[in-house]
């Protein structure tokens, strides 16, 4: 239904004007089904486009006899980009009804995109209009009587009483807005959008924020609004979905955004190498350097206590040593 639509509701015709409807209507005519049926009123008349009340004789209406459980489902023929579902019903049984939209025939497997839990007889809408922004092939309606006690106003039983059932949206699920004439951005993942605001619903790997596009340098994450580390070993740049160094990080810092400083014993770059056990605290130095801070173990010299200390009288005793043997030789 695109334009004006005949309603007869409780014995008197009105012709009644809705709002321009952009979006094709997706159900029409398409395979429906029921949890039961009363007489011959079928769960397609739900989608036929014709709205005559059974009550007065048109019998245009999808049915049921009155049960604790009502369930009717339609077949959109495939994956869907939905809006909207409008729903004209016969007011019996209808207090407290979902509406799901889900890609297999279990509704379970779906969302739930409305339950009815303020609704009275007073103030139900018929038809009821229900924004339901979701992707799916099965659109279904359900109620249920199963847990006592029930509400004001709700009978002790439910079923289907659904005049017409309308499943607003684009068929391509790569289009959006009102006139599904808007083309998803190509970077979307599968191509898919959001129906009203032509937001990606998922981004192709290394693509973020709503329209799937590449951080600029030195951001990163949801909308690029994360600055990278410059603790990196390139410092600033990083991945730009992660956030992640690249496996490099400066001295004296390590993990995946070179976010901790090293542990006690390591330093250098990523935290690979080993303090001297020749430190005069063994194992431990500065992160950056390697540097020992405390001093060396006796016998040991250097900034990171790397050489051995010979003390000068073992150095005389061996240059005067090799002087004398040098001269015995000669003689």
Not at 120 to 135: M, W
Not at 231 to 238: D, F, L
Not at 262 to 283: D, E, H, K, L, R
Request: hydrophobic share 30%; charged share 15%; with cysteine.
């Amino acid at each position: 239904m695109t334009g004006n639509a005949l309603f007869v509701c409780f014995g008197w015709t009105v012709l009644l004007c809705l709002c321009v409807q952009a979006y094709e209507n997706l159900a029409l005519h398409q395979p429906a089904q029921q949890s039961r049926t009363w007489r011959s009123y079928t769960a397609d008349r739900a989608v036929d486009g014709r709205y005559t009340d059974l009550r007065l004789g048109g019998g245009q209406c999808a049915e049921s006899d009155g049960g604790q459980t009502a369930e009717w489902w339609v077949d959109l023929g495939g994956v869907k980009n939905i809006h909207h579902v409008l729903i004209q019903h016969v007011d019996w049984y209808f207090l407290g009804f979902s509406v799901y939209i889900s890609n297999t025939t279990n509704k379970e497997d779906g969302v739930l995109c409305f339950r009815d839990t303020n609704y009275t007889n007073a103030t139900l809408p018929n038809p009821v209009n229900i924004t339901c922004t979701y992707h799916g092939r099965y659109v279904f309606y359900y109620n249920n009587r199963t847990h006592r006690p029930y509400p004001n106003g709700y009978e002790s039983y439910t079923g289907i009483g659904l005049c017409e059932v309308e499943v607003y949206g684009c068929r391509s699920l790569r289009n959006y807005g009102e006139n599904c004439s808007l083309e998803c951005p190509h970077n979307c993942l599968d191509g898919y959008c959001d129906i009203v605001e032509g937001t990606c619903l998922g981004c192709k790997p290394k693509l973020i924020g709503p329209r799937c596009r590449e951080c600029a340098v030195g951001f990163f994450g949801n909308n690029c609004s994360k600055n990278c580390s410059l603790t990196c070993g390139n410092p600033g740049v990083c991945h730009k979905v992660t956030g992640h160094c690249n496996g490099s990080c400066l001295a004296g810092w390590e993990g995946d955004m070179c976010e901790n400083e090293c542990s006690v014993g390591f330093y250098g770059a990523n935290c690979f190498q080993n303090c001297s056990m020749t430190c005069g605290i063994p194992g431990t130095c500065e992160r950056i350097t390697g540097y020992c801070s405390g001093g060396c173990q006796r016998g040991w010299t250097g900034v990171k206590c790397e050489e051995e200390h010979r003390p000068l009288t073992i150095v005389l005793h061996l240059t005067l040593f090799w002087a004398l043997r040098t001269s015995w030789c000669q003689v």
